[in-house]
């Protein structure tokens, strides 16, 4: 089991930034991808970044991005303190949305909803114009 835990959202201007934390606990072991995805109102859940934390390999791809975020958001992950970050600058007002932390044991990081065994509760992110 891995509890997750997001925190850092807010209510911020266009063109502002955010910097959302996920921090894992439990058998944290069982996390080798970890991701973001984020829902807006009236939106399906959709993938924003993720990345893979698990032993590497050849031919493995670290992170992966929406086209909507790229540039602008980074996701990283701090191994001593079980913790994956969310990077957000020159945010839009189309990225408002409740933001998700999932992770799961595959060794192939995917960016559909259902491939996440755990999931954090969500955070708010309201952009501005």
């Known amino acids: 089991q891995v509890d997750l835990v997001e925190s850092g959202g807010g209510s911020v201007q266009a063109g502002g930034s955010l910097r959302l934390s996920c921090a894992a606990t439990?058998?944290?072991?069982?996390?080798?991808?970890m991701a973001w995805f984020r829902q807006g109102p009236g939106a399906v859940r959709e993938g924003v970044a993720t990345?893979?934390?698990?032993?590497?390999?050849?031919?493995?791809?670290?992170?992966y991005y929406a086209d909507s975020v790229k540039g602008r958001f980074t996701i990283s992950e701090d191994n001593d303190k079980n913790t994956v970050y969310l990077q957000m600058y020159g945010l839009k007002p189309e990225d408002t949305a409740m933001y998700y932390c999932a992770a799961d044991s595959r060794s192939i990081c995917s960016n559909s909803e259902g491939d996440y065994a755990y999931w954090g509760q969500g955070t708010q992110v309201t952009v501005s114009s």
């Open positions: 439990g058998y944290t072991y069982n996390r080798n991808c």
């Open positions: 990345i893979y934390i698990g032993p590497l390999y050849i031919g493995a791809d670290t992170t």
